[in-house]
T-cell receptor, first 113, second 113 residues
């Protein structure tokens, strides 16, 4: 049983570009959350998807958007990249919107030059 | 902003010693969880304690929760070099029928062989 997978592993972009990160949840999971983790900091909640809709959002600008597909996989899109967007982006999945325990993928390391 | 704050920020001990990390939070919670992260990769779920529980054990891990003081502690007994990692607490609470999680900034544990 595969866990949460994310692609790509690493990504280098320049300021102003756009990026798309992908996440496949653990089998049987239907709720996907995205987090941004800057170096030396804890993960910060970006948003959460359930039934193909964004249900909750953290304190992130509209440059950060997402999508959830019918197979529960998800994408995170970031437009007009800034240097400060350099971080590890983590995807987490769980079964059901009210479940306590979520499982994390290995993350995508984004570097903005 | 993040809900939980871990203390200390860094901890260095000898193999075989016990390691204690603390987490404080600000608002009421439904549950509190501890995660481990190795070398900036994905987070691994360690243990969950609900708001109506005071103590929980899992192998060499012991977690306590004091909701009156809004604090939790994680004790790792008989530490091993393989326990070297960053440890994060995450508070969970229901917002609009969805479980939402906030992470602290983490404690970096170094276990010297």
């Amino acid at each position: 049983d595969a866990g949460v997978t994310q692609s790509p592993t690493h990504l280098i972009k320049t300021r102003g570009q756009q990026v798309t990160l992908r996440c496949s949840p653990k089998s049987g999971h239907d709720t996907v959350s995205w987090y941004q983790q800057a170096l030396g900091q804890g993960p910060q909640f970006i948003f959460q998807y359930y039934e193909e809709e964004e249900r909750q959002r953290g304190n992130f600008p509209d440059r950060f958007s997402g999508h959830q597909f019918p197979n529960y996989s998800s994408e995170l899109n970031v437009n007009a990249l800034l240097l400060g967007d350099s971080a590890l982006y983590l995807c987490a999945s769980r079964r059901g919107r009210a479940t306590d325990t979520q499982y994390f993928g290995p993350g995508t390391r984004l570097t903005v030059l | 902003s993040q809900q939980g704050e871990e203390d200390p920020q860094a901890l260095s001990i000898q193999e075989g010693e016990n390691a204690t990390m603390n987490c404080s939070y600000k608002t009421s919670i439904n549950n509190l969880q501890w995660y481990r992260q190795n070398s900036g990769r994905g987070l691994v779920h360690l243990i969950l304690i609900r708001s109506n529980e005071r103590e929980k054990h899992s192998g060499r891990l012991r977690v306590t929760l004091d909701t009156s003081k809004k604090s939790s502690s994680l004790l790792i007994t008989a530490s091993r070099a393989a326990d070297t990692a960053s440890y994060f607490c995450a508070t969970g609470g229901f917002v609009s029928n969805f479980n939402k999680f906030y992470f602290g900034s983490g404690t970096k544990l170094n276990v010297k062989p």
